[in-house]
């Protein structure tokens, strides 16, 4: 017998409020509207949505019925998604953050985001999510590139006064470190430079630089694949259980998000 049919997710249909260039890198959108009513906001700090891009050419009507458009339209022309954090959520204003990370004008997510205008409409699936800081533990290393700056600014805003650790961060850009509230006993450390992101190894060089204190520490690291396949073998290296590890890529290079997700399942795109 097969597998009964997964109920579709609900899609959340809202507008662009405002877009302001944070940082060389960075283009934050501001969305909002009465499909902020559907919305319901996540505990975790890594939440997370799946941003719907259908080609404007073929007219579609959002909600989406993407179980019907799979069956009919060309595989060129289902609508596809991008996953992107979560960076705040103001119930007042009822609106949503999103930072996006724009890098050149490959891709439809951040082409979209750099030129988007309020009004603009936004679909999306969601909130995702499953990290949120252990209180309860010892001291904290949050680590990723830009791309996942959002979800570590998050993270520093929802530890303790009194937590101890460090954030490692690699942009692109000095001007892309951005003032991140944290706790005094968090070090923000940065390493800049050109593709910053791109390079293999610079975020697990990065995460050496310091001594690591004693004690139970709970782990989040996430980025570009080679580079978090690189963290993941310094983290081995440390002894650090899994369980106490929360690591993925975000992106990978010279892949679209679609050709990412799907290599998931294969050897190239395992982290661990
Ligand atoms: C749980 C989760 C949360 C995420 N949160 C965020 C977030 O808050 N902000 C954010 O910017 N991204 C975030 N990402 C990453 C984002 O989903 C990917 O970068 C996505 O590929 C961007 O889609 P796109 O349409 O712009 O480019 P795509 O069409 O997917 O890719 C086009 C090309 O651009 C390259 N590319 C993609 N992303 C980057 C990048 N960051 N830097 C340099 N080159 C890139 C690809 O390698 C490819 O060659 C998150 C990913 C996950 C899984």
């Known amino acids: 017998m097969a597998a009964p049919a997964r109920p579709p997710r609900p899609q959340h249909v809202m507008e662009v409020v405002s877009r302001e260039r944070i940082s060389p890198s960075l283009v934050r959108l501001v969305v909002g509207g009465d499909g902020f009513d559907s919305f319901a906001p996540s505990e975790s700090t890594d939440s997370y949505v799946k941003i719907v891009f259908a080609k404007p050419e073929l007219g579609l009507t959002p909600p989406y019925d993407l179980a019907a458009l799979r069956e009919t339209l060309a595989p060129e022309d289902i609508p596809v998604t991008r996953t992107y954090t979560v960076r705040s959520v103001d119930a007042n204003a009822r609106t949503l953050t999103l930072d996006f990370v724009v890098h050149g004008d490959e891709g439809l997510a951040a082409p979209w985001a750099r030129e988007a205008r309020p009004g603009d409409p936004i679909v999306f699936m969601g909130p995702g999510g499953a990290y949120a800081p252990d209180p309860e533990a010892?001291?904290?290393?949050?680590?990723?590139?830009?791309?996942?700056?959002?979800?570590?600014?998050?993270?520093?805003?929802?530890?303790?006064?009194?937590?101890?650790?460090?954030?490692?961060?690699?942009?692109?850009?000095?001007?892309?470190?951005?003032?991140?509230?944290?706790?005094?006993?968090?070090?923000?450390?940065?390493?800049?430079?050109?593709?910053?992101?791109?390079?293999?190894?610079?975020?697990?060089?990065?995460?050496?630089?310091?001594?690591?204190?004693?004690?139970?520490?709970?782990?989040?690291?996430?980025?570009?694949?080679?580079?978090?396949?690189?963290?993941?073998?310094?983290?081995?290296?440390?002894?650090?259980?899994?369980?106490?590890?929360?690591?993925?890529?975000?992106?990978?290079?010279?892949?679209?998000?679609?050709?990412?997700?799907?290599?998931?399942?294969?050897?190239?795109?395992?982290?661990?």
């Not at 003032?179 to 190894?201: D, K, Q, R």
């Open 138 to 272: 010892d001291w904290h290393l949050l680590a990723g590139d830009a791309s996942a700056m959002p979800a570590v600014a998050a993270a520093l805003e929802a530890l303790p006064a009194d937590a101890r650790g460090y954030a490692f961060l690699v942009v692109d850009h000095a001007d892309d470190r951005l003032e991140l509230p944290h706790p005094a006993g968090v070090e923000i450390v940065w390493a800049v430079g050109a593709e910053a992101g791109a390079a293999t190894g610079l975020l697990a060089e990065t995460m050496v630089s310091r001594d690591w204190p004693e004690g139970r520490v709970h782990v989040f690291a996430h980025g570009e694949r080679e580079s978090i396949k690189q963290v993941r073998r310094l983290l081995k290296e440390r002894g650090i259980p899994r369980e106490q590890i929360s690591i993925s890529g975000y992106w990978a290079h010279g892949r679209n998000e679609d050709r990412f997700q799907s290599e998931k399942r294969t050897d190239i795109g395992r982290i661990d």
